[in-house]
Nanobody, 112 residues
Framework: QVQLVESGGGLVQPGGSLRLSCAAS????????MTWYRQAPGKERELVAS????????NYADSVKGRFTISRDNAKNTVYLQMNSLKPEDTAVYYC?????WGQGTQVTVSS
């Protein structure tokens, strides 16, 4: 079955960086668009970034453009989210998603 396992979250100061990873298994990774979502306390889950099957096209929410970069390694069945210049409002649980399948999420907290 499809498994998506996120890692790399943690506590970081404003202006800092984190790189999230999502290891995928149970499906042909290179055949699927991959996305990152996030959900902050008391808010709806929102799309952060998506990447095409080959990695040639990426799209971002306006709130993270210029700060976050999504990438993928099809040989490793892994998608990444490089997050720079983090702000307190980036605090959320970050989820990896493909099709209708979600990972368990990883907590990112931006605080001084």
């Amino acid at each position: 079955q499809v498994q998506l396992v996120e890692s790399g979250g943690g506590l970081v100061q404003p202006g800092g960086s984190l790189r999230l990873s999502c290891a995928a298994s149970g499906f042909t990774f290179s055949s699927y668009v991959m996305t990152w979502y996030r959900q902050a306390p008391g808010k709806e889950r929102e799309l952060v970034a998506s990447i095409s099957r080959t990695g040639g096209t990426a799209n971002y929410a306006d709130s993270v453009k210029g700060r976050f970069t999504i990438s993928r390694d099809n040989a490793k069945n892994t998608v990444y989210l490089q997050m720079n210049s983090l702000k307190p409002e980036d605090t959320a649980v970050y989820y990896c998603k493909t099709g209708s399948d979600w990972g368990q999420g990883t907590q990112v907290t931006v605080s001084s």
